[in-house]
């Protein structure tokens, strides 16, 4: 039988554990890169984090979803507000559901 309070909390054990492994070096450049997302677009998601990442750090992550702690810290520092779910752009995420993102941050927002 499916257990969504088991699921949950092991969702959000797996967070904290990739989140402790993460390299300090690639928090600090996707939470850069994070800040730059918020600053063009409205509203975004992990795939515009992404795509702000310079190549060279882009993929010297162990786990893609150390992502979620990202936009949990880019949350925490009031640059952004989760909103919603939207399919992924990326071949590699096949179209899934990601968390979508409004800047607290962006022009249109702030003015």
């Known amino acids: 039988m499916f257990d969504p309070e088991g699921a949950e909390n092991a969702k959000n054990a797996a967070i904290k554990r990739i989140s402790k492994n993460t390299c300090p070096k690639w928090f600090a450049a996707a939470f850069d890169a994070a800040v730059v997302a918020a600053l063009a ?22 786990d893609r979803r150390a992502m979620v702690s990202v936009t949990k810290a880019l949350e925490s520092a009031g640059y952004a507000a989760y909103v919603g ?27």
């Open 41 to 62: 677009y409205p509203e975004f998601t992990t795939d515009h984090i992404w795509a702000c990442m310079d190549d060279d750090i882009r993929y010297r992550v162990h």
């Open 85 to 111: 779910e939207k399919r992924s752009s990326l071949k590699v995420c096949h179209k899934r559901l990601k968390g979508l993102y409004q800047s607290l941050i962006h022009s249109d927002v702030v003015a």
